[in-house]
């Protein structure tokens, strides 16, 4: 049974951060790529960053590069995303799922993610 809970968000404001955790039970995340996504109200799902197992390469939409960090916590089978200097642009329902080679968060192949969590709502506002 694989299972997938992302946590830690909430109502922020402008220029705030806030930290997502990305927590699978049943698989190791070792062995797995891992995607962010977001979908906010009235706009389609688009990829966020992602983080490849075997290079430790990262990736980063515009929109959030420079302001996003994905991470791994040693010891801990939670990845992680801080989000800074938020926007309110921002407000989205966030998820994490298993994403191959990258291919859902850089094309857009969101049928190859896999393990989706059930997501988690950020609302950037005053």
Same mark, same amino acid.
């Given at each position: 049974?694989?299972?997938? /809970?992302?946590? *830690?968000? *909430? +109502?922020?404001?402008?220029?705030?951060? #806030?930290k +997502?955790?990305?927590?699978?039970?049943? +698989?190791? #995340?070792?062995?797995?790529?891992?995607?962010?996504?977001?979908?906010?109200? *009235?706009?389609?799902?688009?990829?966020?960053?992602?983080?490849?197992?075997?290079?430790?390469? %990262?990736?980063?939409?515009?929109?959030?590069?420079?302001?996003?960090?994905v991470?791994?916590?040693? !010891?801990?089978?939670?990845?992680? #995303?801080?989000? %800074?200097? #938020?926007?309110?642009?921002?407000?989205?329902?966030?998820?994490?799922?298993?994403?191959?080679?990258?291919? !859902?968060? +850089?094309? !857009?192949?969101? *049928?190859?993610?896999?393990?989706?969590?059930? !997501?988690?709502l950020?609302? /950037?506002?005053?």
């Open positions: 049974q694989v299972d997938v /809970v992302e946590s *830690g968000g *909430g +109502l922020v404001q402008p220029g705030g951060s #806030l +997502l955790s990305c927590a699978p039970s049943g +698989l190791f #995340l070792d062995s797995y790529t891992i995607g962010w996504f977001r979908q906010a109200p *009235g706009k389609e799902r688009e990829g966020v960053s992602c983080a490849t197992n075997g290079n430790g390469s %990262t990736y980063y939409s515009d929109s959030v590069k420079g302001r996003f960090t991470s791994k916590e040693a !010891g801990k089978n939670t990845m992680y #995303l801080q989000m %800074t200097n #938020l926007r309110p642009e921002d407000t989205a329902v966030y998820y994490c799922g298993a994403d191959p080679e990258c291919n !859902g968060v +850089l094309y !857009g192949a969101f *049928g190859t993610v896999d393990y989706w969590g059930k !997501g988690i950020v609302i /950037v506002s005053s």
